[in-house]
């Protein structure tokens, strides 16, 4: 095997944090955070293949000051209620309250048949429970309830994020009070950082499965899970399974280097897709790995175990 055949294969370059919807129109919908993390851009194709060369449009650009006007991290597309919407995570170009990395989360609506026309309409900050470091919003829609899962910074915990749940009044409210489903512990959570971030959800065999990233942003990044009884009450931490060892991590082999911040998607036979960043080599500088463009967008199907849980590779 040479060493071309060896190596994992991006999809779209110099994309972190990818999401890929598949909706019913036929069209796959690709959104990512671009390397200069100052816009929103969403691109759309009728196969996942073709997102790579799919046309780019900007949907929204950050502010010049004030909220919203640095660091736009990791933005996810999702229909609900008939209408899209963006959830990203965004700070301050300067310091007035937390600083350039203290992100809040913040909502935007289109009520467009094709998310890439129509007007996309600030719905302001998602409110969490506490006005600390938040960021990685997606949703779970579950026996006809939304929910809102997150990663925050809890004050009184050590470490940078921990994941939460909370059931969502409307696409941009939170109702009730959240729940902590899991914070970092194991020791493959906490190497560099003690993260969990960029959940990511799925409904198979049974189970609600949140898929999460855990420690620093360099090859020691990876993705562990956690999952509840597809029946069991999803506001009760005691509900939830936490695995002992991450479901994937770096493949030195495949030149695949701290992947995660994954999505889900199917292709066109019904097969379900890991979609996740990497990059392709082991050494970056961990202060300024956030500042390095290549975290790729890879793709790679998937199946499932004996325990209906899933089985990840690289490729």
Known sequence: MNESEKKATPLILQRADPWIHKHSDGFYYFIASVPEFDRIELRRAESIEALDAAETKVLWT?????????????????????????????????????????????????????????EWVEKGQLKTHAETFCLDATTLTHKGRTYLVWAQKDMEIEGNSNLYICPMANPW??????????????????????????????????KVIIVYSASATDYNYCMGLIWADADADLMD????????????????????????????TTDKDGKDILVYHARPYRDVDLDKALSDPNRHCYVAPFDWDDNGLPHFRHK
Request: glycine fraction near 10%; hydrophobic fraction near 35%.
């Open 62 to 118: 950050k502010r010049e000051s004030g909220p919203m006007s640095a660091n736009i991290w990791a933005p996810e597309i999702h229909y609900l209620e008939g209408k899209w919407y963006i959830y990203f995570a965004a700070t301050w170009s300067a310091e007035p309250i937390g600083g350039i990395f203290d992100h809040r989360i913040y909502v935007l609506e289109n009520e467009s048949a094709n998310p890439m026309e129509g």
């Open 173 to 206: 409210t939170l109702e009730g009070e959240p729940v902590m489903l899991t914070k970092p512990e194991l020791d493959w959570e906490i190497i560099g950082f003690k993260v969990n971030e960029g959940p990511a959800c799925i409904v198979r065999n049974g």
């Open 237 to 264: 931490p005691a509900s939830w399974t936490k695995s002992e060892k991450p479901c994937m991590t770096t493949n030195a082999d495949l030149e695949v280097y701290g992947p995660g911040h994954n999505s889900f």
